[in-house]
């Protein structure tokens, strides 16, 4: 080839060249794109890491838990503490006047189960109601005995100031909560139109009081009990509250005070209990209460009980573990209506 030849073909090269410049300047580009995404990816990162860690730093934790085999479903223990004004503000080794069981199998519905505050228990061989184990012996104790009838173990437990949820429904604007009853008792102070109606912390925490003007009694105000914190839960997780994180704050500050765990609870499990316990309370949910043989046994030295249907109970939470339990509500109070 002559000189003359080889000048095109050079000049075809250089243009080729020129050509293969913008590629690699879309390479640059990505290459930034994909640093920023990293940035944010980073930056998102280590907000989450800072929420993790300021809520792992205002929990309060206790040892609850006892060393029974794992079971397959995820399990809750709730406990709920009635503490009046004036009172101790650490509430381990007060009275429960409020035992929830959520519940959340690998498939399956979730499921909320109050257990009566009266139920009738034995420890080395001395009978006594269930709400006064943690007071006369401890935490561990309480969570063992609702191990021993529901036959599932325990893997987190919340206890729960009552007169926090008030603050915590004030700082969700509400809650809207149903009776089908007139209400004006004197005790807990409760007025009430029967109906739905949105509540204030004040007139939530009196109607997760009453129930001396309810023919069920402590029954009744489990069933109440599991709707306020129901309606909490499910107010706290929508849309609304969430777009809001002046009102996430709020709620989440006063929610972390209100409250007790276990010593292995961290952000996440609350996070699951959360989400299991607006699933439970929902419509495609399963609430109700334990089974009992007699509401109304009498042991000396101890009163009147609720004495327990133990088999029963075993099946109930089995099928709940397992997620085969149908929809809807349970326990002798649901037959019985």
Known sequence: ????????????GATMAVAAQPPRRRRHIGRIIVSILLVLILAAAL?????WNWVDGKLIK????????????????VLGSDEREGGDSDIVGFRTDTILVLTKPRKGSSSLISIPRDSLVSIDDYYLKINTVSQLYDGQSLVSEVEQITGQKIDHVAQIKFNGLKDVVNALGGIELCYDSDVSDPYSGLEWQAGCHMADGDTALAFSRMRYADTTGD?????????????IMDKGLSSGTLSNPGTVMSVADTTLNAITVDEQTN????????LAFRDATGASGI?????????DYY??????????DDQRNLELFTALADGTHELGV???LAESQ
């Open 62 to 77: 206790t040892p609850w838990l006892t060393d029974r085999a794992d079971t397959p479903a995820s399990t809750w223990l």
């Open 1 to 12: 080839m002559n000189a003359r030849a080889a000048e095109p073909a050079a000049a075809y």
């Open 267 to 274: 952000p996440y499990t609350l996070l699951m209990m959360a």
């Open 287 to 295: 609430t109700g209460s334990v089974y009992w043989s007699n509401p």
């Open 330 to 332: 349970v326990g002798t």
């Open 47 to 51: 907000g989450l890491f800072g929420v």
């Open 219 to 231: 029954f009744g105000r489990g069933d109440r009990q599991r709707q306020v914190i129901g309606a």
């Open 299 to 308: 042991v000396d030295g101890v009163g009147s009980s609720v004495l327990l």
